[in-house]
Nanobody
Framework: QVRLVESGGGSVKTGESLTLSCEASGDTGTMGAVGWFRQAPGQKHEGVAMIYVHNGVTFYDYSVKGRFVISHDHTKKIISLQMNSLKPEDTAMYYC????????????????????WGQGTQVTVSS
C-alpha cells in the first residue's frame, strides 16, 4: 500500500504561483508513475502532469505545458507541482495519484489507471 497526502493548495489571483506537494509513505518502492490530476465541479478527473519516479520521465497536459513543473525528491519522497502563471481555469481540486511499477508502459496515464489516490487539495484562482 502507498499513502499519498497532498498539501499546498490555496486561493490566489491570476498570474500568481503555487507549489503543491504530495508526500508518499508506505510501500513507496513499488511506485511507478506519480501524477497530478485535477477535478473541477461536475467534471471528470483531468491529468495535469506525471513523472515516472524510476527514470524521471515527465508528461504534461497541453493546457499547463510551460507553466507547471513536476518534480520528485527521492530522499523526502515528495512529488511537487510548481504552478506558475495561474489562470482561473486552473481552479479545481488537485489530486496526487500513483500506480505500481510495471502496471503499464511509460506514457501519460489516465485517471483510471492509477491505483493509489490522495485526498486532494483545493486550488482557486480568481481574476
Amino acid at each position: 500500500q502507498v499513502r499519498l497526502v497532498e498539501s499546498g493548495g490555496g486561493s490566489v489571483k491570476t498570474g500568481e504561483s503555487l507549489t503543491l506537494s504530495c508526500e508518499a509513505s508506505g510501500d513507496t518502492g513499488t511506485m511507478g508513475a506519480v501524477g497530478w490530476f485535477r477535478q473541477a465541479p461536475g467534471q471528470k478527473h483531468e491529468g495535469v502532469a506525471m513523472i515516472y519516479v524510476h527514470n524521471g520521465v515527465t508528461f504534461y497536459d497541453y493546457s499547463v505545458k510551460g507553466r507547471f513543473v513536476i518534480s520528485h525528491d527521492h530522499t523526502k519522497k515528495i512529488i511537487s507541482l510548481q504552478m506558475n502563471s495561474l489562470k482561473p481555469e486552473d481552479t479545481a481540486m488537485y489530486y496526487c495519484a500513483s500506480n505500481r511499477f510495471g502496471d503499464s508502459g511509460v506514457r501519460f496515464l489516465p485517471a483510471g489507471a492509477m491505483r493509489y489516490w490522495g485526498q486532494g487539495t483545493q486550488v482557486t484562482v480568481s481574476s
